[in-house]
């Protein structure tokens, strides 16, 4: 169905937004948790899973794979019984959809794992690279190619599984890259050592890797700087995991304080989260809101007029376009940089975001690796989505402050938070108007 004919949502100005919330599960977390559990010995309870599109389609593609998986009837836990590090081969076809973090996953882990697949998924999934990652895996023996040659999804896998030894892959498109060998790594049948060549981008996401695999009771050492040792072969040990609130999900309610003038407790979240997103309340703070850290949770308040910033945001590049969306009512212009590999997610969200704030009244200068946004005075626009969630949840915010905001695809907030606008009509006690298609 096209963009244009689909159900559009109004977010409805709110006055202040004040209250707290607890977002559902971490996509990133459950998506790395039900890998590492795939591969344990024994069966592993998982708690605070994320019920959505992406997760859905790492569940269906395990199930495929022999994974036994059983869900709670509300989705939030999963008892996974792992395939215990067996070496059997398999074939199969599994379909990702547009989930870049299951295919990149699912890439090294069968490739490791040994046997013949065909991964793929939406047209726009067959324009997202993935050819660093397979130069990566083949020179393990990995047996992986881009079935039509362009570097892109479709994969083709056929392996006898991973031999060991040296390992380097680029850095400078997506940390999932490195995250899929790392969780892969422990299959080898000899010592891994991962290099990472040129620039690690979304660093926290390599660190959050780094705990979930040794929660699962197998130790990745960095030897030095952008080397990761793995002393395989081993097993992951099943275990019992909670797995924390999505702080990428987070930043919209904090930025729902920050552009309205009101006070916002995401519960569940601190600073010592293995997330790195929950960085984005330091942009806020730079903005002028005040963040307060308790032990069951992160508050944003805002703190008078907010004012624009310079700001590196390599590391906390899924926050983007939230942060993007209240700097159209900050003073001043904010520059955002180091967020190139923001261009290969489900849609450019550099030039497509931009696109769209200038529908606001912005001025936007776009840059290879992020954008400058000056805003103007607000006004009423229908803003497409691209079947970005990130786009849908981000424009929902500016609703808040500026009538006459439509935005069009609201669905595909399922792909990582069905229930959003849901939680964000009960944070704001506001109403929304929807148009149906």
């Keep these: 169905m096209s963009e244009s004919s689909q159900t559009t949502v109004e977010v409805q100005p709110s006055g202040q937004v004040n209250g707290s919330i607890r977002p559902p599960g971490s996509k990133s977390l459950t998506n790395r948790a039900l890998i590492c559990a795939a591969l344990a010995r024994g069966t592993t309870h998982l708690t605070g899973v994320l019920r959505s599109e992406d997760t859905e389609v790492m569940i269906d593609a395990l199930r495929q794979l022999d994974v036994r998986i059983d869900l709670s009837p509300d989705g939030r836990v999963a008892d996974v019984s792992g395939i215990g ?20 996953f699912l890439t090294a882990m069968l490739s490791a794992l040994g046997g013949n697949y065909r991964l793929h998924g939406i047209d726009r999934m067959h324009q997202r690279p993935i050819g660093d990652l397979l130069t990566a895996i083949n020179q393990t023996g990995g047996g992986a190619s881009s079935e039509q040659g362009d570097g892109c999804p ?6 006898q599984g991973w031999q060991g030894g040296k390992v380097t892959v ?37 660190d959050m890797t780094l705990a979930v695999i ?23 040990q ?6 924390e609130p999505d702080a990428s999900a987070a930043s919209y309610f904090w930025a729902a304080a920050a552009v309205s003038g009101g006070t916002v407790k995401v519960e569940g979240l601190t600073r010592a989260a293995l997330q790195g997103d929950v960085g984005f ?12 850290d308790a032990p069951d949770g992160i508050t944003v308040a805002a703190g008078g007029p907010l004012r ?7 590391q906390i590049s899924d926050t983007v376009q939230t942060l993007s969306v209240v700097a159209l009512f900050a003073e001043g212009p904010t520059t955002i940089h180091g967020v190139a590999h923001n261009r290969f997610k489900e849609t450019d969200r550099i030039t497509d975001l931009a696109t769209e704030l200038r529908k ?19 006004r009423a626009a229908t803003l497409k989505t691209y079947n970005d969630h990130r786009m849908a949840m981000s424009f929902a915010v500016a609703g808040l402050r500026a009538p006459g905001i439509q935005i069009k695809n609201p669905a595909c907030t399922a792909k990582t938070y069905p229930e959003y606008f849901a939680d964000l009509q009960r944070l704001t006690g506001q109403s929304h108007h929807w148009t149906a298609g």
């Design 360 to 378: 606001l009244g912005a001025t936007i200068e776009e840059f290879d690796d992020g954008l400058k946004i000056t805003p103007g005075p607000p």
């Design 214 to 236: 040794r929660s699962f009771g197998v130790d990745v050492t960095e030897t030095t700087p952008g080397v990761f040792a793995v002393q395989a072969p081993c097993v992951y």
């Design 85 to 104: 590090g067996s070496d059997a081969s398999h074939k199969a076809e599994v379909y990702v959809a547009n989930s870049g973090t299951t295919i990149r």
């Design 170 to 206: 680029g850095g400078n498109v997506s940390s999932q890259y490195l995250s899929g060998i790392m969780m892969a790594a422990p299959l080898s049948r000899s010592p891994l050592e991962i290099h990472v060549e040129g620039e690690l981008v979304s660093r926290p996401y390599v």
């Design 281 to 292: 309340v330091d942009c806020l703070a730079k903005m002028g809101c005040t963040v307060t």
């Design 308 to 314: 624009g910033i310079d700001v590196d945001m390599n």
């Design 238 to 243: 099943a275990i019992e995991y909670d797995i």
């Design 154 to 159: 479709p994969v083709r896998i056929d392996s």
